[in-house]
């Protein structure tokens, strides 16, 4: 059951041992219908964990999950990241022991989503938490980091000394992409920030240099366009990502050199929303005899089998691999406070404004 499921049904004559907080759904749209209420304790079955929840963070999926723009009726349980300790292992889940600390991304199978204070999954959804990290920061490493690595070393396959551009680098995806970038040894790295507090975000975090991000409030397409090639000296960069759609995924199209790579985390949801890639005197793919690659990251679990799961956790081995051994720092993680109904509804809130620099995350009680 994907997250984002569907409440089971309540048991009859459940005692307080039978039961687990959750923050249910009650109805698409707006924040108010989240509520904090009583679930069933799931069990965890064959090859599956049941993990107490420690930590939290929040994706753009959620708020669209919550608005009714993905295919889920509610109520349900939101939520993909989490960050906890496992209390009962299910038969034939190899690999994990009563107590250990882990990370989950709620793609697959499970009871319910990481708004709660358990879960029950499949163990190949689950990770060693990385050696000394804080929770709630290496639980970002579920949806972010995987579609990062996805896209920075699965599709677009960064190489050395390759310039690249990033469209939306100071968000929670973008908090991944840069730092594998430089941990990859690509570079110069190109980013947009629409204001002095994503710019300074950049410098602070990633030590961006101010010439190398575009400050693209009031500037059109063009202008955008014209600014990237001036900076790698009119041939485009190898590589260029979309982080956020529409007339950015357009600029990324229109910024890459010969055998160019755009990759894009971002799916359309206008109909008119149209791209020339076909027609070889306009296609900027077909004049740069360039690619495109979209990552939808959990693809493999909503339309794939078991087969399909090892992804998952090998990508996660990789990506904690990496921070224990130094070479990847987690992104900030702003603590929105305990899981609670007044801190989810601000903490979507914010996240919708589209002023959100790294992460956002919850402590569950």
Request: with cysteine; proline share 9%.
């Amino acid at each position: 059951m994907p997250p984002g499921s569907a409440v089971p049904p309540s048991k009859p004559a459940m005692t307080p041992s039978d039961t687990m907080k959750a923050m249910i759904l009650d109805a698409a749209g707006g924040v108010e219908h989240f509520r904090w209420g009583d679930l069933p304790l799931p069990e965890p079955g064959p090859g599956e964990v049941r993990i107490r929840i420690e930590a939290v963070t929040l994706n753009p999926s959620d708020t669209k999950i919550r608005r009714g723009m993905l295919p889920v009726e509610p109520p349900l349980v939101l939520g993909r990241d989490a960050a906890g300790t496992i209390d009962a292992v299910g038969p034939d889940a190899a690999g994990f022991s009563i107590g250990d600390a882990v990370i989950a991304v709620l793609f697959g199978p499970c009871s319910n989503g990481a708004y709660a204070q358990y879960v029950v999954t499949h163990a190949g959804f689950v990770a060693p938490l990385p050696s000394g990290a804080d929770p709630m920061r290496a639980a970002s490493l579920g949806v972010a980091g995987l579609t990062a690595y996805e896209a920075v070393v699965m599709k677009a396959n960064v190489q050395p000394g390759e310039p690249v551009f990033v469209a939306g680098g100071s968000g929670g995806v973008g908090s991944y992409v840069i730092p594998l970038i430089q941990m990859l040894g690509g570079g110069p790295v190109l980013a947009t920030a629409g204001s002095e507090e994503s710019a300074a975000y950049l410098a602070d975090t990633f030590g961006l240099p101010p010439e190398n991000v575009l400050r693209y409030r009031s500037k059109s397409l063009e202008e955008m366009t014209e600014w990237v090639l001036a900076k790698t000296g009119g041939r485009g960069v190898p590589a260029a990502f979309d982080l956020v759609g529409g007339e950015m995924k357009r600029l990324c199209f229109g910024v890459i050199d010969f055998y160019g790579r755009v990759t894009s985390v971002v799916e359309e949801y206008d109909p008119d929303f149209a791209i020339d890639i076909w027609r070889p005197i306009v296609s900027p793919l077909y004049a740069r005899t360039g690619s495109y690659h979209f990552v939808a990251v959990s693809a493999p679990a909503r339309f794939g089998g078991p087969e399909h799961w090892g992804v998952f956790r090998k990508n996660l081995d990789t990506l904690t691999g990496w921070v224990e051994a130094g070479r990847l720092a987690l992104p900030p993680v702003r603590d929105m406070g305990e899981l609670n109904e007044e801190n989810i509804r601000a903490a979507h809130t914010l996240l919708e404004s589209g002023h959100v620099r790294g992460k956002l995350g919850l402590r569950v009680p």
